[in-house]
């Protein structure tokens, strides 16, 4: 008999807990959690944490989708850090008598096509949907749909990350939400604003580096991005429960927090201003 696999584990559980996971399911326990029609959210999850999920992936976005309403618009991070400069790749290294060849050769970002990386299946298969939109960084890339989609999703400076023109600032600036599903702090892309915003004495740009398409035609377009870290967001993330700013409960099996992401990201701004070094 072969092996189980982690996903099989999970639901095998799951079943044995009785958490069975549908999109009515996911609707209902997200507007007991305080999610209403026609609110901006952005979702960063796991779906692995939910229970045994009917319908996989599919299951959770269509989910989100009824509880927001057709009035909602729904975001999330589609990140393809795959499309990045080698010389700084370090799980694992490129070996450098082939990063000219990658650089050279690597596909060009594509929001249509260019998949996420490391994100996990909601946002992979949330990108597919018919009125996706996407942003256009090749390597932090927001996809969005509903209302608002197009404005977030407008302009996407290679420079600016997640400052006040990306998705995230403007996700900011029109009082949306933050969902965190299954997930902890640690994945909140939202605190990387608060990275923009706050001075510390070890803010520092680096040199980085995307295949795009410029004018028709491919090419290496290097790019200078501020230097960004999340090895204290879940110490942030403690500090700011602790002001009640985020509500607590479950979809399925899974811990979910809900935010406003002006909270979230202020709090964060002075707390790395005070904190970080």
Known sequence: MSEQTGEH???QAAAEAGHLVTPESVARDLRELGVQPGMLLNVHSA???LGFVVGSAQTVVDGLLAALGPEGTLMMPTHSAQ???PG?????PAPEVWWEQIRAEMPAYDPAHTPTRSMGAVPELFRTYPGVLRSAHPQVSHAAFGPLAAEIVAEHPLD???GDVSPIGKLYALDGWV???GVGHGNNTVLHLAEHRAE???KTTHLEGAPMVVAGQRRWQPFNPLQVSDDDFPAIGEAFASTGGQVEGKVGSADVLLMRARAVVDFATDWIGNNRQ
């Open 9 to 11: 584990r999970v639901m």
């Open 47 to 49: 779906m692995s944490k």
């Open 83 to 85: 499309l990045s400069d």
């Open 88 to 92: 700084n790749w370090q799980n694992p």
């Open 160 to 162: 600016c990350l997640f």
């Open 179 to 181: 969902l965190l599903l």
């Open 200 to 202: 510390f004495p070890s």
